[in-house]
Structures are given as C-alpha cells and as structure tokens.
C-alpha cells in the first residue's frame, strides 16, 4: 500500500456559512469564486451552507464565516450559538462588520416604521438597533466589503488553513487609485469622494469611472473621517449630504457615525 500524504491524512476543515440580516450577496461571492476555490478545496469541507447546499452537518465548526447584522431578539440569541460552535469566526460584508445599509434606521424612531409599514405592527419583533455580529461575540477577523471581495475572502479561508495572518490590505482607496493612475477627483472636481477613508478592496472602481468611492469597504485602519467631514464643510457642501456621504453601506462603523453626527450638528 502507497503511503498518504502529509495533506491526505490530516482531516479536513469543517466550514460553516451562516446568514443574518443581509441581502445574501456575500455569500454569492464565495460561490462565485468557483476556479479560485479549487486551491483549498482539498483542505476543507462545506460542512453547514444553506445557500448553496441540503447538507446540513451539525458542529462545531473550525471556521464559520457569518454575513449580515443583527436586527431581532433571535438574531441575538442565535449568534452566540453559533459563535459556541466555531473555532474561528469571521464576519463578512458590511452588515456583518458595521451593521449594514440596514443601520440607517438607528438614527430613527423603529416603532414608526413598523406602525406605517405593517398592517399588524402588534406581530412584528425587533430590536431598536442594526448592530454588526462584534456588539454581540467575540469576532476573530472582520472582512469589509459590500459585497467583499472574493479573492480577499479565499486569502482569509487559506491563512486560516495554516495559522497565518491573512494578507488583507489595510490602506485607503487612494492607494489604489494612484496604481492605476487615475487623476484624483476629489481634488480636480471637487467631488465627494470617501476615498481617503475607505479601505481598499473594490480596485477603486467608482473614481475609476470619474465618480466619488462610496465607501463600500468601511473605514480604513486609522481612518480621520473628521478632516474629511471638514473638508467637505469647506467645498461648501450642504450638511445633510455630507451626513449622507458617511451614513451609507457602513454608517454604523465607529469612525463614519461619528463623523456624520458632527456634520449634522452643523
């Protein structure tokens, strides 16, 4: 009999996707990263995926990646199970990290919503707050993006394979903008651009097309979203649209609500 490889005996990782309150498309990425799989396919096992798989293996788990906020009384209760039956657990998106387009009703009154909404606001439950998953457990790597970056995403699963740290930059939106040479639209147009303080991820696809980053991956690590907020008080720009500009995809993140409750007082 031919011995086993180092790689063949050794068992494989047990993952778990797990979803909240989102729009799913995080989990599209992972399942459109199909080619980009195959390089740790044979090292892991899809062992709980209801998007894409009947198979429903129970825990625990060595990796769970979890997509979307928390937004019910259930939502909070489900996710310390979850976070009890994995090993390591990674939050993908922007609702799983800062609470999601979701957390603009943070800033409004809920129990209106539900009574102009609803015909029967009486059989609605939920919680005051779209919270991202670190409010509520302890998270071991936070991955932003609305929605990440596939590529990113298989980093992450194959640093956590071999216990390394993932190679996830953590620089602006400008960086990638000057390697591809694009002219800096917020300084020649004057555009509202959150792309110095924006993490990278996306290629910066907006400035790419002559349009203002959006801030779809969150801020940059030490992000100062209070120079832009007056840089953009000094373009001149009416405060509820600079309010507007941090209160996107990742309004709840702590560097962008802060921000755009500075510029409301304004």
């Not at 309150?21 to 090292?43: F, H, I, K, N, R």
């Not at 651009?193 to 002559?210: D, E, F, K, R």
Request: aromatic share 8%; hydrophobic share 40%; charged share 20%.
């Amino acid at each position: 009999m031919s011995s086993k490889t180092k790689s063949e005996s050794r068992p494989k990782a047990r993952i778990a996707v797990f979803k909240f309150a989102s729009c799913d498309g995080c989990q599209l990425s992972l399942l459109d990263a199909e080619d980009e799989l195959l390089t740790v396919a044979g090292s892991v096992q899809i062992a709980y995926f209801p998007e894409a798989s009947r198979t429903m293996l129970k825990g625990p788990y060595d990796i769970g990646l979890v997509e979307g906020s928390i937004t019910t009384h259930t939502d909070a209760q489900r996710i310390q199970e979850v976070r009890r039956q994995c090993k390591t657990l990674i939050t993908i998106g922007a609702c799983a990290t800062a609470g999601g387009i979701q957390a603009l009703r943070n800033w409004k009154d809920v129990d209106e919503f539900i009574r102009v909404v609803y015909a029967t606001p009486q059989f609605i439950s939920t919680l005051k707050l779209s919270t991202p998953i670190a409010e509520h457990v302890p998270v071991d790597f936070e991955l932003r993006g609305c929605p990440i970056n596939k590529l990113q995403l298989i980093e992450l699963i194959a640093a956590s394979l071999v216990g390394r740290k993932p190679n996830i930059p953590t620089y602006s939106v400008c960086i990638e903008c000057k390697r591809k040479g694009n002219v800096c639209i917020a300084v020649t147009q004057d555009a509202v651009c959150m792309g110095p303080v924006t993490q990278a991820g996306c290629g910066a696809l907006c400035p790419s097309y002559n349009r203002g980053c959006y801030g779809c991956f969150g801020p940059m690590e030490s992000a100062n979203s209070a120079s832009l907020a007056n840089h953009f008080h000094y373009l001149g720009l009416p405060s509820d649209r600079a309010v507007r500009a941090f209160r996107g995809f990742n309004a709840w993140a702590w560097q962008f609500r802060k921000a755009s409750e500075e510029c409301e007082k304004r």
